[in-house]
C-alpha cells in the first residue's frame, strides 16, 4: 500500500540532544510537509520541500532543519535550540486533491 | 496576514443530534479542503470544494463553500460515535503549495 511512514511512533529527548525524525514515502509525490500539532491546537508548519535538494521554512522553523537527498525521504531533526519541542510532528505530502499525512510522531523532553 | 477561523472549538452533542462546524477564511479561496483526525489519530483528507456555492455530501457529511468563497461549513446528520474527533479546515496560503489549517473544531458524541 502506498503511504507516509514515519518513525519512531514515539520518542523522549532528554535537554540538550538533538533527534531526527524519520519520514518516507512511496506516493511518488514531489512536495513534503513537516508539522506541529500541540494539545488541542491546529497544525503549524515548520518545513516544506517542493522537489529534491530544496526546502523552504514556514512559519516555526527555528530550532528545527530538514534534508531532501532523495524524493522518498524527508527527515526533521529537532535541534537543542527547540526550547519548548514537546509536540506530536507530522509529516505529509501534497497532491492536487489534498494531504496525505503519515501516523505522526509523538515527542517528549524528559 | 492571512487567516483561517473555525467555530465552535469544541461542540458536545448527544448521539443522534446534528453537528455543524463553520470556517472562515480572511481572504477568498481558490478551494477549502476538510480533514478529520481521530483522538490520538492523524489528519485525514475528507473531501476538496472549489466552485463558488459547491455543495458536496458523503453520507451523513454535507460540506458547503460559500457564495464568496471565504467561509465553508461542514454538517454531519444524526451524529454517530465514530463521529467523534476533529474536524479542520484548510485553505491555500498566500504561497501556492501551502495550506493554513484552522484550529478544528472538537467534536463530542454522548452515547
Known amino acids: 500500500d502506498g503511504g507516509i511512514t514515519q518513525s519512531p511512533k514515539y520518542l523522549f529527548r532528554k535537554e540538550g540532544q538533538n533527534v531526527t525524525l524519520s519520514c518516507e514515502q512511496n506516493l511518488n509525490h514531489d512536495a513534503m510537509y513537516w508539522y506541529r500539532q500541540d494539545p488541542g491546537q491546529g497544525l503549524r508548519l515548520i518545513y516544506y520541500s517542493q522537489i529534491v535538494n530544496d526546502f523552504q521554512k514556514g512559519d516555526i522553523a527555528e530550532g528545527y532543519s530538514v534534508s531532501r537527498e532523495k524524493k522518498e525521504s524527508f527527515p526533521l531533526t529537532v535541534t537543542s535550540a527547540q526550547k519548548n519541542p514537546t509536540a506530536f510532528y507530522l509529516c505529509a505530502s501534497r497532491t492536487q486533491w489534498g494531504y496525505t499525512f503519515g501516523s505522526g510522531t509523538r515527542l517528549t523532553v524528559v | 496576514g492571512q487567516q483561517v477561523m473555525q467555530i465552535p472549538q469544541y461542540q458536545h452533542v448527544q448521539e443522534g443530534e446534528d453537528f455543524t462546524t463553520y470556517c472562515n477564511s480572511s481572504?477568498?479561496?481558490?478551494?477549502i479542503q476538510w480533514y478529520k483526525q481521530r483522538p490520538g489519530g492523524h489528519p485525514v483528507f475528507l473531501i476538496q470544494l472549489v466552485k463558488s456555492g459547491e455543495v458536496k455530501k458523503q453520507k451523513r457529511l454535507t460540506f458547503q463553500f460559500g457564495e464568496a468563497k471565504k467561509n465553508s461549513s461542514l454538517h454531519i446528520t444524526a451524529t454517530q460515535t465514530t463521529d467523534v474527533g476533529t474536524y479542520f479546515c484548510?485553505?491555500?496560503?498566500?504561497?501556492?503549495?501551502?495550506?493554513?489549517f484552522g484550529p478544528g473544531t472538537s467534536l463530542s458524541v454522548i452515547p
Open positions: 481572504t477568498t479561496l481558490s478551494n
Open positions: 484548510a485553505g491555500p496560503g498566500t504561497s501556492y503549495d501551502k495550506v493554513i
